[in-house]
């Protein structure tokens, strides 16, 4: 989806998440004609932000790896994330710009993260005390999943920000 346009990104994501969205006003008994139409608003009512902050995103991860050709790009982007440290200086040096830029991303969202994921978490286990479903204790686990993987993803990133900056690492 990377070289998507912002319509194609916004259909995609308002899709999956309409349709999860619809699965769950279903389980409730809703009748098919009030499912289909709360599944289509949501599924724009998310869609288009999602298409604009996937755009952004995706304009400010090109702006940091640069003019690196083509071939080169997939080996930085991986480079910035895990795997051998590259010998050729100018992919490290993009890979070094995708790191660095992927913290900053972090941090900005660390704040959110910190507040977001126990509200859902707290949301989650109400509702599922309330409908006495099991369904909603299982989904519980997943907002603690995204805490404990959203808050160790700063402290990788910063290490590979080492590793790729410490001009004897190989």
Not at 60 to 66: D, I, K, S, V
Request: hydrophobic share 50%; net charge positive.
């Amino acid at each position: 989806m990377s070289g998507a346009p912002k319509w194609v990104v916004a259909v995609i994501a308002g899709t999956f998440f309409g349709t999860g969205m619809g699965i769950s006003i279903k389980s409730d008994d809703s009748s098919w004609t009030e499912t289909i139409i709360s599944a289509l608003v949501l599924g724009v009512a998310f869609g288009i932000p999602a298409a604009f902050w996937f755009d952004k995103q995706r304009r400010q991860t090109r702006a940091a790896q640069g003019d690196l050709p083509t071939d080169k790009l997939k080996s930085a982007h991986h480079a910035a994330e895990r795997g051998p440290i590259p010998e050729d200086p100018e992919v490290r040096a993009a890979a070094l710009r995708i790191a660095t830029h992927h913290l900053q991303q972090l941090q900005q969202a660390a704040r959110l993260v910190a507040i977001g994921w126990p509200v859902a978490f707290l949301i989650v286990i109400v509702i599922g005390s309330v409908t006495d479903s099991p369904w909603y204790l299982i989904f519980a686990v997943a907002p603690i999943f995204m805490l404990v993987a959203q808050l160790s993803l700063p402290r990788r990133a910063r290490r590979r920000i080492e590793l790729l900056s410490d001009p004897t690492e190989r």
